[in-house]
């Protein structure tokens, strides 16, 4: 059974969080002039100003009351998502995932172009749920449910909608998600599409590697070095950070906000590549509906997940510039047989729909208009 949902956040859980960030007990400056030790306090302190005193929750929340928010129970846990059929009769079912430290509102600024594109431009039919123990989706109260689960899950909610034939796109853990529906092959996917392909390098690949798999050994030397503590944190002791992030709205700013700062395509700041609203919305989320240690715990049940997965389905690829984990076609196609579209994009980053979505709509029609 599908039903209609609404949400509302009440006035005292606002007046919680305000009264929350007034009694924050600050840390000391870092003693360095850049991020390198995490977000600088001065960064950290305006953008939590920027929330407690110029922010309002209710516009983003009557944005998501508006988009046909529904909820429907999937294997004990409730499913909440967005659906927004387009006014085209042959639009095309698409199911897209978010993923870790995104939501729903990466998908924001796309909705409108996919759902009601000009005439003779693939259109869609957009699914977007929120990942279980994510945002307004029930927190799963046993383990188990990790990223095969929920493709899984995802099948029976094209299923229950309607959706005979659909396609499915993702980034981060939504890229997981995605190649999971890929590789099991599940009824009715007739196609994938990833802005984070997920591939690694054979022994004869580290030995003489192209200069696009430099750029990729670098940036994975990178992360492993300098931008992994997060995972290794989440995938080991969820439920330890979890209690700081669901307690203290600063420290779950500062955890969410420094992941915007390296993971973007950005010059020095995120707010180069997102309004500061946006990312507040997007944190609004995770705070409202407690999901700190919950989200967190998708790291637990999943991490090794991202490990490359036959899949032989059609797949599209879209790479971007700054994107934190990245794989040359290459190397994807070593996994992925049916690869019938990779677009190489001059800029943008990790969150993809979210920070460049002109760019991200035109790969969509791109890819899945040689999959119809």
Not at 165 to 183: P, S
Request: hydrophobic share 45%; aromatic share 12%; net charge negative.
């Amino acid at each position: 059974m599908i039903e209609p949902y609404h949400y509302h956040a009440s006035d005292a859980a606002i007046a919680d969080l305000h009264a929350r960030i007034d009694a924050t007990r600050w840390p000391e400056a870092e003693t360095v002039d850049d991020w390198s030790q995490g977000v600088p306090l001065a960064a950290l302190r305006d953008f939590v100003a920027t929330w407690r005193h110029a922010y309002d929750w209710r516009p983003a929340e009557a944005w998501i009351n508006a988009q046909g928010l529904s909820s429907t129970v999937i294997d004990g846990i409730a499913i909440r998502f967005l659906h927004i059929r387009s006014p085209h009769d042959n639009a095309l079912p698409l199911i897209l995932t978010h993923g870790w430290p995104g939501s729903i509102f990466e998908f924001r600024g796309v909705i409108d172009a996919l759902t009601t594109p000009d005439a003779g431009t693939p259109a869609f039919h957009c699914v977007i749920p929120c990942l279980p123990g994510y945002g307004l989706s029930e927190k799963p109260a046993t383990k188990g449910w990790g990223v095969e689960k929920i493709a899984r899950a995802w099948a029976e909610l094209m299923a229950r909608l309607g959706y005979a034939r659909w396609f499915a796109q993702g980034g981060d853990w939504g890229a997981a998600v995605t190649t999971q529906i890929g590789r099991l092959n599940l009824p009715g996917c007739a196609g994938i599409h990833l802005n984070m392909p997920i591939a690694r390098p054979l022994p004869e690949d580290l030995a003489a590697p192209t200069p696009a798999e430099q750029r990729a050994l670098a940036a994975l030397q990178h992360y492993q070095q300098w931008d992994s503590g997060y995972s290794t944190q989440q995938r080991t002791r969820p439920q330890t950070v979890g209690y700081g992030l669901v307690d203290s709205p600063v420290g779950l700013a500062a955890w969410i906000y420094e992941k915007l700062w390296a993971w973007t395509d950005n010059h020095s700041r995120p707010e180069d590549a997102l309004s500061r609203t946006a990312m507040l919305d997007n944190l609004m989320l995770y705070w409202l509906t407690a999901s700190g240690a919950s989200s967190a715990r998708l790291y637990w049940e999943s991490f090794g997940s991202f490990a490359p997965a036959k899949v032989t389905m059609p797949v599209a690829c879209s790479v971007f510039p700054k994107e934190i984990l990245p794989a040359p076609r290459k190397w994807v196609e070593r996994h992925c047989t049916n690869l019938v579209h990779w677009g190489e994009m001059d800029k943008g980053g990790h969150f993809a729909a979210w920070e460049q979505p002109e760019l991200f709509v035109g790969e969509l029609r791109a890819a899945f208009g040689k999959m119809v």
